[in-house]
């Protein structure tokens, strides 16, 4: 226990492996189905672990595989793997003893990128406030226009707006619908909150917190900050831009669409690419073009300390200026006139130069597995998967259980991957007494 607290980002492997056990053995359970029948051990493995990485893949048709018990329990599932596993336990602890430990706010402060302890406490309040505040906000929405334009029950339009909530802010993907948001693609009532709600839980706590405390002076954001404020900002319009020009004539998407109804369909579909999850527009027909765009997408993410996977914001563009200081010959990295420590440029090389590692193993042991698959199918879906972003082409489903287990180990990977290395990096970093002599192999 001392090594753990010593260095406590070592427990956030282990808290996501029990809710995930735990998960898995009750989706088990013939109460979870609505055939009432146990449920294989891969099958509600790969749910569980899907629901807790909050990912939203699914190797089940959801709506009609699971009932109310087992929807319920992936909604939990999920809210906890977004909120963070540590994260939760620490605000139940709060809620309850009115206290906050040494040790849960070293949890804490592992778990969502902070690293101070003394403001754990309102820390936790105010991501308490803003998850839940955002989720009720969207349900809100989400159930009104499910009531009062598409005449659902009051019942059925509150349990439809909440579930869909909560999966869009923790990124997750799950839908209560076979075609997913498909159906919705038009209505911004719908798919514009569910969208932004993606957005916001996509930024992370840390860089939301200070944009929304240093709105009117931008200029006194961190680095850190405004790498992924206005990288999500680029990554967003990019996108959008890139899909809507991709499908604009394609008749198995938008093409049939009016203008709004195609800006609307792009713009949705894009903020829920990134880590989302959702189908607006049904991904398996989409163009050849639109594909690597949405992988590149997928595989950075959102931002640290977020619901979201991927590689991450902050660190995509942190390499962007590594290599543009490099071509220019410059001795040093500067971003918004602050010079970028090697240690951290080193740590968001490794983290990169891993994730790619993991996701061309994945690629080449999906096709391996699968007859009849194709390149950009396979990379879609490992991609899908270690972003913990839960798009996919139908592959999934097809996949024999050997690949539905190696889907599942890259998606606890990806949730927990990056954070628990980059953590680690950084609270482990050691300072040597001494210096070897300086050497310059050849480059390239």
């Excluded at 929807?71 to 540590?86: A, C, K, P």
């Amino acid at each position: 226990m001392r090594r753990f607290l010593r260095h406590p980002v070592r427990l956030v492997p282990f808290g996501f492996l029990v809710a995930i056990a735990i998960g898995t053995g009750l989706l088990m359970l013939p109460w979870a189905t609505s055939a009432h029948h146990y449920t294989p051990l891969v099958t509600a493995l790969f749910t569980a672990t899907s629901a807790v990485s909050v990912t939203g893949m699914a190797v089940t048709d959801t709506p009609n595989y699971w009932n109310g018990f087992g929807l319920v329990m992936i909604t939990v599932l999920t809210q906890l793997g977004g909120l963070g596993i540590l994260t939760g336990a620490a605000l139940v602890s709060l809620a309850v003893t009115r206290q906050l430990g040494l040790r849960n706010r070293l949890l804490v402060q592992a778990e969502t990128a902070e690293y101070g302890t003394g403001n754990i406490r309102r820390l936790l309040i105010r991501i308490a406030g803003t998850v839940f505040g955002c989720e009720v906000l969207m349900t809100l929405v989400v159930t009104g226009r499910l009531w009062l334009a598409y005449h659902y029950p009051p019942g059925r339009a509150l349990w439809y707006g909440t579930f869909h909530s909560v999966q869009a802010f923790n990124n997750g993907g799950f839908a209560l619908y076979s075609d997913g948001l498909v159906g919705f693609s038009r209505d911004p009532w719908v798919s514009l909150p569910l969208a932004l709600g993606a957005i916001v839980g996509g930024l992370g706590f840390p860089a939301l917190f200070e944009a929304v405390r240093q709105w009117r002076r931008p200029v006194r954001w961190a680095v850190a900050t405004k790498l992924t404020i206005w990288g999500s900002v680029v990554l967003l319009a990019a996108g959008f831009v890139g899909l809507l020009v991709a499908e604009w004539g394609n008749p198995l998407t938008i093409g049939t669409f009016d203008m709004p109804g195609k800006v609307l369909a792009s713009f949705s579909q894009i903020a829920l690419s990134r880590t989302g999850g959702f189908d607006v527009i049904n991904v398996g027909r989409l163009s050849e073009e639109s594909y690597p765009l949405l992988i590149v997408l997928m595989f950075i993410g959102g931002g640290s300390a977020s619901t979201a996977g991927g590689i991450k914001v902050s660190t995509f563009f942190l390499l962007a200026f590594v290599i543009w200081a490099e071509l220019r010959g410059e001795p040093d990295v500067i971003v918004g006139r602050r010079r970028i420590a090697a240690s951290s440029q080193r740590q968001a090389l490794t983290v990169a130069l891993l994730s790619v590692a993991l996701v061309a193993v994945g690629t080449i042991g999906v096709i391996a597995l699968t007859e009849h698959v194709l390149f950009y199918e396979s990379l879609f879906e490992v991609t899908s998967a270690f972003s913990t972003t839960g798009l996919t082409v139908g592959l999934t489903s097809r996949l024999p259980e050997v690949g539905q287990l190696m889907l599942t180990a890259l998606m606890y990977i990806g949730r927990v991957g990056p954070l628990t290395l980059g953590s680690a990096i950084a609270l482990n970093t050691r300072h040597r007494l001494y210096r070897y002599p300086k050497e310059q192999p050849v480059v390239g």
